[in-house]
């Protein structure tokens, strides 16, 4: 479905610069990705940052406020970095947890070329009620079944899988239904070149750059 298959930065480019941070989606485009995916929480002060992991230290992410962040200086960045990157790039924004709905919207919705995901599948479901001016996607992890029809009926266009679980019924049926597959997160060129063979429309990798290298050289 894609005009070409797209590579997408796994929270930017990790093995170059700290994920999940300006330094590191700037590495990403230098490697001529087409854009990048981050992870998006909110504290406890209704500051969303980027940070995937469930924890910092031995507390909540979002049990911490922005403050409260600052001082353990981990470099966690907030969601307001990313205002330099709309309408230059692509941005996959990853939700780790629903219940800011309305907020997200408010936050990104003015932003061009975006798609706000989660693995928490009610949250894409309420997004979808209040009918956001940015595309929806599915993260999974295995397998779900009827695939494409249940993404259709949560809103979603675009479906990012677990490359592991990907194959080419499973591609053929979202494409049917209209929706655009960017599994996550194969590193490896022989993982690229059977999902571009079963029909994906990208990837998302930790290696952008070398991916990049790989769709250029054809191989």
């Known amino acids: 479905m894609a005009e070409r298959f797209l590579i997408f930065g796994h929270r930017g480019s990790p093995n170059q610069q700290p ?7 700037e590495a990403a485009l230098r ?18 940052v980027l940070y995937h992991d ?12 922005w403050s409260e962040v600052e001082r353990v200086g981990l470099g966690i960045e ?5 205002t330099r990157f709309a309408g230059r790039t692509s941005m996959v924004l990853e939700v780790k947890r ?7 919207i408010a936050e990104v919705g003015s932003w061009s070329n975006v798609v706000v ?3 928490d599948h009610e949250a894409i479901a309420e997004l979808a009620r209040h009918e956001p001016p940015f595309a929806l996607g599915l993260t999974i992890s295995g397998t779900i079944v009827d695939l494409a029809a249940y993404a259709r009926s949560l809103g979603a266009t675009w479906c990012y ?10 591609v053929s049926s979202l494409h049917a239904a209209a929706i655009r597959v960017v599994p996550w997160t194969p590193d490896r060129p022989q993982e690229w070149e059977r999902l571009r063979a079963i029909g994906c429309d990208g990837l998302i990798t930790n290696l ?12």
């Open 19 to 25: 994920e999940n941070t300006v330094a590191s989606f």
């Open 31 to 48: 490697g001529g990705a087409d854009g990048f995916e981050t992870d998006l929480r909110l504290l406890s002060d209704g500051v969303a």
């Open 208 to 219: 952008p750059a070398e991916a990049v290298q790989w769709r250029r050289g054809g191989r």
């Open 54 to 65: 469930d924890e910092v230290g031995e507390r909540p992410i979002e049990a911490l406020s």
């Open 161 to 170: 899988p677990n490359y592991r679980f990907v194959d080419q019924r499973v």
């Open 117 to 119: 995901a989660s693995f």
């Open 98 to 104: 629903g219940g800011w709905e309305k907020q997200l």
């Open 78 to 82: 907030q969601l307001s970095e990313l």
